[in-house]
């Protein structure tokens, strides 16, 4: 750590007292009941001890003290501290609630079940008046560092939910954007409109997959981890670019959009005119800020007409027989490896070319990405890495190869000899996944 870090164990009166603050970046409040009930189980099962240590609080030094981890337990813990004769109920921090619609929900729906847990519980509360804020203590560390703070994040030491590494980029590129704080509230609805896993999905299951595979890197078998963020971090309009070619390009790509926008703004709000959309290409680099915010909204609407988010019904209303299989073969334990492939595949093929061609994307991609379940014994996740980056199975990286072509006609000429001699499990599937074997060498005929 290049910042020194400050240290501290205080009670919960200490932490409550302290200047807080809930940062943009924050996810909204989770906790459900299952967690305040355990919460309020586990101090009162340790109130016979002298302390009961609650976790690990992270704090950033800001203008005020940003809760970077922590922030479920302390707001449970101040809506405990309503029922408690508390006499200095004053000094407690003076904590603004975000008002998204699932915190503000959370919070009224755990007030509610903290109130009926003394209501069955009255000797708790009792238990609790004195020990609660006294005994029960935390761990604080102070960082003046963001990123800093974010990587002391442990969630083996707390009962919140880890952060993401996508938490970390959403916090970089807040930072960068620039306007008012309307502008970020924007941003960060445009986020929270998504939810944390289908985010973590969009960047782990396709962008970083793409931008890897693309470029003829290796993914390895833990995924998109914090030391992978810096791949979504690119030009900043607050820097001098004078000396960066590659990114001029791209900003003038984005003054023109924005400038097109701005100008028939008002058309644009009756419905008169469609907005112009900026030309997003995951294999490109990254315009940080809004643009940032703007890339993953638009490839979630592109997710959800694929199909391709678990909960999101596509929007496509005709289904190939691929598409079919694919839906039914769903999370099968033997193909949901070279399911996920075709999903990546299909994606950076739409994304780098078109929609038009979807048919013969599906077919090109089907037999790129199942070809491993028939060609190697086992598939597992380094199985797939091992296909796309260097297989020896006599297939090219089939991503490197969309990299590299200039039309979607080259897309589908990409070679891939298949024989039922030469793949290994041809009659293993036959027997077994028929659908399957049919699909990939007849058709489906």
């Known amino acids: 750590m290049s910042q020194q870090v400050q240290t501290s164990v ?3 009166k200490e932490l409550l007292e302290l200047n807080l603050n809930i940062p943009e970046y924050q996810r909204p409040y989770t906790w459900t009941e299952k967690n305040v009930v355990q919460l309020l189980d586990d101090v009162v099962k340790f109130s016979k001890y002298p302390e009961y240590r609650i976790g690990t609080v992270i704090l950033h030094k800001n203008k005020k003290l940003d809760i970077v981890d922590g922030q479920q337990r302390i707001i449970t813990s101040l809506l405990i501290t309503r029922f408690l004769e508390y006499k200095d109920t004053q000094k407690l921090t003076k904590l603004e609630i975000p008002m998204h619609e699932k915190t503000i929900g959370n919070v009224k729906n755990n007030f509610n079940i903290i109130r009926e847990y003394f209501d069955r519980n009255p000797k708790a509360k009792d238990i609790l008046e004195d020990y609660f804020l006294e005994s029960c203590t935390v761990i604080v560390l102070k960082l003046s560092n963001l990123d800093e703070a974010f990587q002391l994040f442990d969630s083996s030491n707390n009962r919140g939910k880890a952060l993401y590494p996508t938490d970390l980029l959403k916090a970089f590129h807040l930072r ?4 008012n704080e309307e502008k970020k509230l924007e941003m960060v609805e445009l986020w929270e409109n998504i939810k944390p896993e289908h985010i973590y999905i969009l960047f782990s299951d396709y962008f970083f997959r793409i931008k890897q595979w693309s470029r003829n890197r290796t993914v390895k078998d833990v995924g998109f981890t914090n030391n992978d963020i810096d791949l979504f971090k690119g030009v900043s309009e607050t820097e001098n670019n004078k000396l960066n070619n590659w990114s001029k390009s791209l900003l003038m790509a984005k003054n023109f959009v924005d400038t097109y926008n701005r100008k028939n703004q008002t058309m644009i709000e009756f419905n008169a005119m ?9 294999d490109q680099p990254m315009i940080n800020g809004e643009y940032f915010f703007k890339f993953v909204d638009y490839y979630y609407s592109l997710a959800k007409r694929l199909g391709f988010l678990e909960g999101e019904k596509q929007s496509e209303t005709e289904s190939t027989k691929i598409v079919k299989l694919i839906n039914h073969l769903g999370k099968n334990k033997y193909f ?10 299909v994606f950076y093929v739409v994304d780098k070319f078109s929609h038009k061609e979807i048919d013969s994307i599906e077919k090109i991609c089907f037999k790129y990405a199942f070809y491993p379940r028939f060609y190697f014994e086992q598939v597992q996740k380094k199985t797939i890495n091992k296909f796309v980056h260097d297989s020896g199975s006599g297939v090219d990286n089939f991503f490197n190869y969309i990299n590299e072509s200039y039309s979607i006609s080259d897309v589908l000429h990409f070679e891939i000899k298949i024989s039922e001699e030469n793949l290994k499990n041809s009659k293993k599937l036959k027997q077994k996944w028929g659908e399957v074997y049919s699909l990939y060498f007849k058709g489906g005929n």
């Open 10 to 12: 205080i009670n919960l």
């Open 176 to 179: 960068e954007v620039t306007g």
């Open 274 to 282: 469609p907005p112009l959309n900026y030309p997003f290409q995951i």
């Open 336 to 345: 949901r490896y070279v399911n996920s492939l075709y999903k990546t595949a």
